[in-house]
């Protein structure tokens, strides 16, 4: 499913950069999410967060800005757990809340969720073990 023209009006580049910051602010403050994020990124926050606004801006601009895998980066994580994905919707989902319209809160979340069960699909999924408890 492809955004809509009029949807990509109601995103801005600076809507996406203060997303992206006030979520990875989030994150970093997380006791589940903070020290995975804090052991793999290390000093190398601005770098990580450029990437991440180049991320945010192709899903939800199209600009093709982001050239990466993140299933691949995400599967060489140690400690990640299924279950932190749901931890990372919610913050998500509070700072869209914070940050944006109803509206523009909804196509960012839309969007967060389905890349979200992507990478649970690429990180965890094994077609010859059983579905993690709690992965739906």
Do not use: N
Not at 43 to 48: L, Y
Not at 89 to 104: N, Y
Not at 112 to 122: D, G, H, N, T, Y
């Amino acid at each position: 499913m492809s955004i809509d023209v009029k949807d990509t009006a109601l995103v801005s580049e600076q809507q996406i950069r203060q997303l992206v910051d006030l979520f990875y602010d989030k994150v970093r403050a997380d006791p589940d999410l903070g020290p995975i994020f804090e052991r793999v990124i290390q000093d190398e926050w601005g770098p990580h967060l450029l990437k991440m606004y180049d991320f945010w801006s192709s899903v939800m601009l199209t600009t093709g800005r982001y050239k990466g895998q993140p299933a691949m980066i995400h599967k060489r994580i140690e400690g990640l757990e299924i279950g932190l994905f749901d931890r990372w919707l919610a913050l998500f989902g509070e700072s869209c809340a914070e940050l944006l319209d109803g509206e523009t809160a909804g196509l960012f979340w839309r969007k967060a969720v389905r890349i979200a069960e992507s990478l649970k699909l690429a990180v965890f999924y094994r077609p010859d073990q059983p579905w993690p408890m709690g992965a739906a």
